[in-house]
């Protein structure tokens, strides 16, 4: 373990409840997500991956902060801020949802946690979707309240995490499903436990009630995985790209569409409730996208980080797309990416030049996810 370093950009880039207990553990790199420093770097990332899909990993993602939506229309205004259908959603689920605003544009693509039947999380990736909330319940005539709670989420991923979960709660956590959610405690520590996570790995989300123990918290769950394997670790660029994960602000953004990522299926255009962007994704659907999401692997030789810049994806010369997310994957022994091209450029087999920030590259567009591509892994 390393000493404690300061790192600091000042008073307004918050440090989550586990900050100092990553910085204990090895951390010695940060960037900022929703406002808040998040761990990116605990050595070598390739040894990171193979901590992930072969035993298992600690993750601080504090930085998923909550929107907390209360009070007796907390259903109906969390229906209307997502395109997706949530009439079936019972108490104790979490889906997978996006949030559009007015032009039918991505805003965030949060996993919804339904807590009780009148509570609602929403827990969000790098948007802030607090202030849109609370500005869009202002005159709509919903009797709600929306705050951020003291929820903060540490993820632990990877083949041996039911084991650890079993050590530290008992053999019945085996039986939570995949997108269901329980409160548990531990210690005293009042959790709420999700089989969630962004790895595509087997895993859980779980979020501590009580920022003041975060330190606490890490160190148990540490020492409960000792036996198992477990490293502390941070989210995985390899293995989120492997499984066609998406992040917000590099594969969408507030000028991407659902249709334009596939994501036909989180949109209810055909059902009768109401939500913020449904006329405006009504027209989408029936013109048609100009643009869509593809997968495709970079040939050449290992790139040796993931882009930093969105590189332009070009045909016969001309660009017709850029990359958004790109990684080398020793598991695949291929370079991967995922890229935004033009409607007419997108088939299965397609051959283009990407200009990769190791010089010009030919690339193929495949199917993706790149790997176990029914998430048979993340639902065992």
């Known amino acids: 373990m390393s000493d404690l370093v300061d790192f600091g950009f000042g008073t307004q880039i918050r440090?989550?409840?586990?900050?100092?207990a990553?910085?204990?553990?090895?951390?010695?790199?940060?960037?900022?997500?929703?406002?808040?420093?998040?761990?990116?770097?605990?050595?070598?990332?390739?040894?990171?991956?193979?901590?992930?899909?072969?035993?298992?990993?600690?993750?601080?993602?504090?930085?998923?902060?909550?929107?907390?939506?209360?009070?007796?229309?907390?259903?109906?205004?969390?229906?209307?801020?997502?395109?997706?259908?949530?009439?079936?959603?019972?108490?104790?689920?979490?889906?997978y949802a996006l949030i559009t605003n007015a032009e039918g544009g991505i805003l965030n693509d949060p996993i919804i946690l339904r807590l009780e039947e009148n509570k609602f999380w929403i827990s969000l990736a790098d948007s802030d979707v607090l202030f849109w909330a609370q500005g869009v319940a202002v005159h709509a005539g919903f009797d709600i309240h929306i705050c951020e709670p003291d929820a903060s989420p540490v993820q632990l991923q990877g083949p041996r995490s039911m084991d650890i979960m079993k050590a530290l709660f008992g053999e019945d956590i085996a039986d939570l499903k995949y997108y269901w959610l329980r409160h548990l405690t531990l210690d005293g520590m009042e959790l709420v436990v999700s089989r969630t996570g962004w790895s595509s790995e087997l895993g859980y989300e779980i979020y501590l009630q009580d920022g003041a123990r975060g330190t606490e918290l890490w160190d148990r769950i540490m020492a409960a995985g000792q036996e198992f394997g477990l490293k502390p670790g941070h989210t995985s660029s390899i293995r989120r790209i492997e499984g066609g994960m998406l992040s917000y602000h590099a594969d969408m953004d507030i000028n991407t569409n659902p249709f334009e990522l596939g994501l036909d299926r989180l949109v209810a255009l055909d059902k009768a409730h109401d939500f913020v962007g449904k006329s405006a994704l009504l027209v989408i659907r029936e013109k048609g996208v100009s643009r869509k999401q593809a997968g495709l692997i970079l040939h050449g030789a290992p790139l040796t980080a993931p882009n930093t810049t969105f590189w332009p994806v070009m045909k016969n010369g001309k660009v017709i797309g850029k990359v958004t997310s790109a990684v080398y994957s020793p598991r695949?022994?291929?370079?991967?990416?995922?890229?935004?091209?033009?409607?007419?450029?997108h088939e299965l087999g397609a051959q283009f030049d990407v200009k990769a920030a190791q010089g010009l590259c030919k690339a193929d567009l495949v199917e993706m996810p790149f790997y176990d591509p029914k998430k048979n892994i993340a639902k065992s």
């Open 22 to 95: 990553t910085v204990k553990w090895g951390a010695n790199a940060f960037s900022v997500y929703n406002h808040m420093y998040i761990p990116r770097d605990f050595g070598d990332p390739e040894q990171n991956f193979w901590n992930l899909v072969n035993h298992a990993v600690l993750c601080d993602v504090a930085v998923e902060r909550q929107v907390q939506v209360t009070g007796p229309d907390a259903a109906k205004f969390v229906q209307y801020l997502t395109p997706r259908d949530l009439s079936k959603m019972a108490v104790g689920q979490c889906k």
């Open 332 to 345: 695949l022994e291929q370079n991967i990416a995922l890229a935004m091209i033009d409607s007419q450029d």
């Open 15 to 20: 440090k989550s409840p586990y900050f100092d």
